[in-house]
């Protein structure tokens, strides 16, 4: 008898102590992946998979209505920045098109494509007192005209 009051005193101590401890923190996430066409100006035939990490750098942060993904690697000789603007106020969730006034101001080893033809579709962006908590997003991005060779990527944040 006073084993099986021990083992459910145990069992339900264990359940208290699950139930109430904090849950574990998810790890951040910061990746930029990314395939260029050839001819897609400023990236032109390149693709990647860059994370954070010590070896790449890839940082996510929001000013005022744009926000901007900042990643470089190969010690910073390969650098890749990109600036998503909605036509008016705050990105949020759905999807934006050149035609809707947005645009991808694409910024590649000190080459840019500031007329772009873009599309981007966030699937999910939270903010919190410190600014961006989380994004998922995905992007096409055309330099010159509509029918210019694509840059087409995928971003991931979680803070």
């Not at 470089?72 to 600036?83: M, Q, V, W």
């Not at 080893?109 to 772009?116: I, M, P, Q, S």
Request: glycine fraction near 10%; include cysteine; charge should be negative.
């Amino acid at each position: 008898m006073k084993f099986r009051r021990a083992f459910t005193t145990l069992a339900v101590a264990a359940g208290l102590v699950t139930v109430f401890a904090p849950a574990a923190a998810a790890e951040p996430v910061a990746s930029l992946d990314f395939t260029a066409e050839q001819g897609a100006h400023p990236v032109d035939g390149r693709s990647g998979h860059w994370t954070a990490s010590p070896e790449n750098e890839v940082r996510f942060w929001e000013n005022g209505a744009t926000l901007r993904v900042d990643a470089e690697t190969d010690r910073g000789f390969d650098h890749i920045a990109l600036d998503f603007t909605a036509p008016s106020g705050n990105l949020r969730a759905g999807t934006y098109d050149h035609v809707g006034g947005a645009h991808i101001l694409a910024v590649s080893n000190g080459l840019a494509c500031v007329d772009d033809y873009s599309t981007f579709t966030i699937d999910r962006i939270e903010r919190g007192a410190e600014g961006l908590v989380a994004l998922d997003a995905t992007f096409e991005q055309r330099c010159g005209s509509p029918t210019s060779p694509a840059l087409r990527g995928e971003l991931h944040y979680r803070r």
